[in-house]
């Protein structure tokens, strides 16, 4: 037992060494901040703490009465929307075809209580739809909580003394970047990135062990394929949370990212590395024995995931749906973790990506045995 | 040589009990059969040879032998220990040389010594010794703490070799050892493990060259695809081409009605004839004592006799005539050529 710890340590310390001792690690470092100093800059307005339109987005309502409240609520920003009526539905749909107005609200006439109008994947559809979700949200909430008024107003309180005046409404809070600039989101999202490629290049190197015959001289020496496997894994992780300790502070030096609460930044990233590191042994055991493929395979899977989970195409000009449908993939799930802590979050409020991420960890971790066992038959 | 081998055996014998016993050894990789029935001892202070093509099933054996993969049926013991069912055990007592450069080209040679040697378990101080030893044995002092990615390749083997002795295993495994590189690190490694041999060392080594089993051996086996097709000392291998020894002649155009004569030779005469490239073969199966009636029925024909010599069989003709094709191809033989 003390004989596989040693051995463990020994050959996670030498993978770490190998990656971190590596010319490469100097573009693992370096692309990402270059990347972020771009993006930082050039999507610098689309933020929501800075982020105003040029001129408020004219928006047309036919509404009925009982919507006033809605109107009201869209008023109270008038940097950002001004509100029109219009005689009925019709007029308003025109108006957007138009382009008289960049976007309408109009009463429905099914089920659904009203139908936000405006081009698709824009702007001011995800605003403006964001906005009116929350209202109704809100004035659900307030009807319910009519009823018993025994607790009432401190949930108000808190939820309005709470947020920052440069908001739209207090309803824009409800999307995750609010608050955040796009210095600290873009360090953010690709942190999540690179942390993976950081991590893989463990993986990688165990890989070529196997190519060079030098697996078979470490197995040889008395070393289990648990204890081998579980110091590729560990030096994953070491490697994916190492560089996100680095990075965090190059971005603070360099762009003044403040990374919040301390313990909920370590716990977010220690259950990140593991989910990172696991889906590298997954790719592994799934993939032949070859360094370069399971590099490239790396590569490829990782900027996919970064994109579909906001790394580098930013939430804020997603689709409300299409980042809706991949906010359970596991990078997304750090990504919102860490905006929720650099806006503020301490560990209880960060939770729920916690366990996400140490449940994914786990289920690609079985996979990945469960993988090995049947691929990887021959071996002992 | 001879005298080599039959030192060897005699060691061997005067040691008792083998190092290495390999029963029975199967393995197949779904409808492919890698090995196929492997059976041999080797003694302390003796050098076995696995002798085989490509394909033929001598890394599958070595990693069988190493613990890493189970045989369908078969077992290994190395001193004793099953390395089915005591692995670590056998382990602890052999050095294992992989067919692949197993070193870290980033590392120096000192650095990859210390990786192996800490997972080996052997303790700091007797660490730097051992290393210090090994580096000397295979002849790195000088360039031990250079890093591996400017090593020749011959430098790099005789690393990959010396990595394989650390911890002072009483059994080597080499795995083509010498694939690839220069003839004096070649003839360095060859005699390194002469001398590891003659320090009571059991060796299995692993080769398609035909002159390294000559060169090392007393014993061995030759296979092809998983089968053993020869096994036994070498010199009892030698004869399994019989008492057979080949009559060689040189056989330039022109000089004869070529089709006629050789058709006519080969209805006289009762064993092989076959023409090659400028070259008349003629196999004698029981020995040179048929060469005077051969010659004389060539001189019958006219055949000028000029630069004809008898060769005696080696392991190559062995692995000719029991599979009917080269143990090599002609790239691979050139680099087997010795210094
Ligand atoms: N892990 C494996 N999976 C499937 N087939 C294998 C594996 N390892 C070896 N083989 C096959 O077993 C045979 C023997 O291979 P090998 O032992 O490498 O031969 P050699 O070392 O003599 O060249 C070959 O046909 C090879 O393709
Ligand atoms: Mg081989």
Known sequence: MTASIRQMGVITAHLIRKVAFNPAVVWLIAMPLVIIYILGITMHGLFSAEFTPVKPYRIVVALPEEAGFLVERISRAPKHFAVEEARDAQEARQAVFQRQADAAIVAADGDEPLTVIAPPGSIVLEMLAGVVQASLEQEAQQVAAAQPPVENGSREESDTGARSAGAADGALSAMPWEGVGSFEYFSIGLIVMFMAFAS???????????????????????VTRAVYLGAGITSGMLLGAGFSLVMAVITW??????????????????????????????????????????ENAGGTVYSLLAFFGGSTVPLTIMPRWFSEIFSWLPNRKMLDGYLKIVKGAGVKEIEQELFGLAAAALIMLGLAWLVVMLLKREEV | MATHAAVQEARGQAAGDPSIVVEGLRKSFGKNVAVDGLSFTVHPGEIFGLLGPNGAGKSTTLSIMAGLIRPDSGDVKIGGHSVIRETQRAQRLMGVVPQGLAVYEELTAAQNLDYFAKLRGIEKKRRRQEIEEILELVGLSGVAHRKVAQYSGGMKRRLNVGIGLLGRPRVLLLDEPTVGIDPQSRRHILDSVRRLAESGMAVVYTTHYMEEVEYLCSRLAIIDRGRVIAHGPIDEVRALAGDAVVLRLPFPRG????????????????????????????????????????????????VPLDGMRLESPNLETVFLSLTGKALRDGKAAEEGAMA
Request: glycine residues 8%.
């Open chain 1, 200 to 222: 893989h290049s463990a993986m990688v190197h165990c890989v070529q062990d196997r190519s060079t015959g030098a697996y078979l001289r470490i197995r040889a020496l008395g």
């Open chain 1, 253 to 294: 030096t360099l762009f003044r990212v403040v990374w919040g609460n301390a313990a909920a930044w370590a716990l977010m990233t220690i259950a990140g590395a593991a989910s990172v590191a696991s889906l590298s042994f997954l790719l592994t055991a799934l993939l032949p024995s070859d360094p370069k493929g399971v």
């Open chain 2, 255 to 302: 000089v004869l009605d070529e089709a006629a004569k050789v058709e006519s030779l080969q209805n006289t005469l009762p064993m092989p004839v076959e023409v090659t490239s400028g070259e008349l073969r003629i196999v004698l199966p029981q020995g040179s004592r048929q060469a005077p009636a051969v010659i004389e029925e060539l001189q019958r024909h006219g």
